[in-house]
């Protein structure tokens, strides 16, 4: 985290992104003119026909991701996992304005659930908020005591069609005095904890400008809200951690010194250990690790944000063992490719079967090979 927090203070003092910075200035109403393809809902009807998902139901595979220009959500569809395609052409589905307390939006992550529907939660907060007019100062708070960021909601939205969402920011510290003055609640995702039969929400907090740790807590059936109070799932410091389930083990990615670390446990909360060795094949600074498989084999992908590099990419190894990884490249730098996107930011890959590949292509117009 102290890298990553100086790396920051490197870039404003260069300003190196006020260019990206002023395209945040355009006026929300006119924003909100823009079509996204989605709609907030206050709640949701399970489908009818809505069954328990697995592996051999899918077909396809859904990239959610944010930019630094807008603060917003994307996403991207494929139909073999390698080749991803926008569906909104590039444009957001959801804008960080109309989800956020802090009107802008970051580290969306998407999973399934047991129940079909997918679950998407990301961080509230936006960098540029002062420059973008949200806000008089460059942070929330001031930075001396809390450091970079230092937000303290959660967003939570749930839906079964990926067009109509239940929404809820969620101020994890109003909610859990006890967990005292955090400094920031990052990263959060959503894993299915099946001793519990519950989904569980994971995320960081930081507290002290320095120290970060991964907590979960249990939301309510309608993800609208935590229940439990956050609890921390290992001493390992770090954030962004990315937890997924092979065999009887859960591997937990996570990110300390501005790189990719890995540990694995049979606790899907607990009992994991410090490790050390640098996962991810780059020189430069990554975070954002997400691990997704390729359908119908016994490989994993795991993905991470190489926002090192000049500019930002997504860069991908492949393992099957979880012990040895191979490089593949960058997204358009190999075999991983995208058609009408570029510069995606913290992303994160689901499953789609192939009847909602072929909606979501229709409902966004999106022309792409189905087969």
């Not at 926008?86 to 939006?105: I, T």
């Not at 400094?183 to 299915?192: E, F, G, L």
Request: net charge negative.
């Amino acid at each position: 985290m102290k890298y990553k927090l100086l790396l920051f203070k490197l870039i404003y003092a260069l300003s190196f992104f006020a260019p990206i910075a002023a395209q945040t200035r355009s006026n929300p109403d006119q924003d909100a003119m823009r079509p996204t393809g989605t709609k907030i809902v206050s709640e949701l009807k399970k489908p009818e026909k809505q069954q328990k998902p697995d592996e051999n139901d899918f077909g396809a595979y859904l990239l959610v991701y944010f930019k630094d220009q807008t603060q917003s959500v994307y996403f991207a569809i494929s139909s073999d996992g390698y080749t991803f395609t926008d569906v909104n052409d590039g444009e957001p589905v959801f804008r960080g304005v109309d989800l956020a307390e802090q009107k802008g939006v970051r580290d969306p992550h998407i999973t399934r659930g047991p129940d079909g529907a997918f679950y998407l939660v990301m961080t509230d907060l936006h960098i540029f908020g002062k420059r973008a007019g949200f806000r008089d100062t460059d942070w929330q708070r001031p930075a001396e005591k809390y450091g970079w960021g230092n937000n303290r909601a959660i967003v939570l939205m749930k839906s079964y069609d990926l067009i109509h969402w239940t929404h809820s920011d969620f101020r994890v510290d109003k909610a859990f005095p006890e967990l005292g003055d955090i400094d920031c609640s990052w990263a959060p995702q959503t894993v299915y904890d099946e001793k519990e039969d519950k989904m569980m929400v994971y995320f960081t907090i930081r507290y002290n400008n320095k120290e970060c740790h991964m907590y979960y807590s249990y939301p309510n059936e309608d993800f609208t809200k935590l229940e439990t109070l956050p609890i921390r799932i290992t001493n390992i410091g770090g954030l962004d951690g990315d937890i997924t389930k092979v065999g009887d083990n859960y591997h937990l990615f996570y990110v300390n010194g501005a790189k990719v670390l890995h540990s694995v446990s049979d606790k899907i909360n607990g009992g994991f250990k410090t490790e050390g060795k640098r996962i991810d094949p780059e020189s430069v600074n990554t975070e954002a690790p997400n691990v997704f498989k390729r359908l119908g084999t016994d490989t994993y992908v795991l993905m991470y944000d190489v926002y090192g590099a000049r500019p930002n990419n997504m860069g991908f190894s492949e393992t099957t063992d979880f012990e040895t990884y191979k490089n593949i490249g960058h997204f358009n730098e190999g075999v991983m490719k995208t058609t009408n996107f570029k510069g995606p930011k913290h992303g994160a890959v689901t499953y789609l079967t192939p009847d909602e590949l072929k909606a979501v292509a229709k409902h966004w117009k999106v022309k792409i090979d189905l087969e």
